[in-house]
């Protein structure tokens, strides 16, 4: 069984597509983690804020299986593939990190270099594990985040409630 981390993001219909992620999420993995919600400008384009969040669930499953679900998830929640990929999302899940592992797993490369570019992720990420390593760089996300140029991007926690959670 891995801890496996991913980071979750939506600015169409925010509150309903993070809502049935979560619930999905729980139906296939069972019990979640959860960081805060953060609301965030869009990076890349001009568009509406995202909500994101980042959840961890237990798995055995392989990376691709993993994949595999998320792509089912977000298709279910409207996910247009044929959109730009800077631009609108009713769904992104992206898997983030598995366990201490690093490298290309079934086409996905781990830890994922987003986790040290953008805010909407790393922050929430070192919420929820300050003392989970990096497995390239060998420092905790809490020691990045405390080094990150916060005026970079800008992003708040909001109340969010989900199963009276959050």
Known sequence: MAKVYLSLGSNIERHVHITSALDT????????SLSSVYESDSVGFSGDNFYNLVVEVISDKSVGQISIILKEI????????SAPRFGPRSLDIDILAVD??????D???LPRD???KNAFVLQPLAELI???VHPVTGKSYQQ???EYDKEKQKLWPIDFRWKGKL
């Open 114 to 116: 987003e986790i040290l």
């Open 100 to 105: 201490d592992v690093f490298g290309h797993y």
């Open 74 to 81: 977000e298709d279910k929640n409207g996910r247009d593939r």
């Open 130 to 132: 300050p003392d989970g």
């Open 25 to 32: 999420l729980e139906e296939c993995f069972g019990e979640l």
């Open 107 to 109: 086409g996905i490369e």
């Open 144 to 146: 990045h985040w405390l």
